[in-house]
């Protein structure tokens, strides 16, 4: 009895279900999202933060892989953010500790 109440009640296909193929490769991506890896660069860069931009409406979200992610609230915002990217990245590459290779990018987070 594949419909009921005009419902389709049959399961999926495993290739149509979703990201994750096995359960245990989901329970991976969860404590592989949920690990912290300390940079030193990216944490005084937290805490310098409200200094070296002051007003600005974005935030450092995490680091990963020589990328620091800046978070903004929406979409509009992660729009007119875009054209300040290079000026950011020019005044972080400037301060001692920062690596030689510095990408920056925006995801919007509420």
Same mark, same amino acid.
């Given at each position: 009895m594949?419909?009921?109440? =005009?419902?389709? #009640?049959k399961p999926l296909e495993p290739e149509k279900? =979703?990201?994750h193929a096995t359960f245990s490769s989901a329970v991976e991506a969860a404590l592989r999202d949920l690990m912290v890896v300390h940079d030193?660069?990216?944490d005084s860069l937290?805490?310098? #933060? !409200?200094?070296?931009? !002051?007003g600005?409406?974005?935030?450092? =979200?995490?680091?990963?892989?020589g990328k620091v992610f800046l978070y903004v609230k929406n979409a509009p915002t992660n729009f007119a953010?875009?054209?300040?990217?290079?000026?950011?990245?020019k005044r972080?590459?400037? %301060?001692?500790?920062?690596?030689?290779?510095?990408d %920056?990018?925006?995801?919007?987070?509420?």
């Open positions: 594949a419909f009921e109440n =005009g419902v389709n #009640w279900r =979703g990201r030193p660069f990216f937290v805490d310098r #933060w !409200p200094s070296l931009f !002051p600005l409406p974005v935030k450092p =979200g995490r680091y990963e892989d953010m875009r054209t300040k990217l290079p000026a950011i990245r972080l590459l400037e %301060l001692p500790d920062a690596p030689k290779k510095l %920056l990018r925006l995801e919007i987070h509420s």
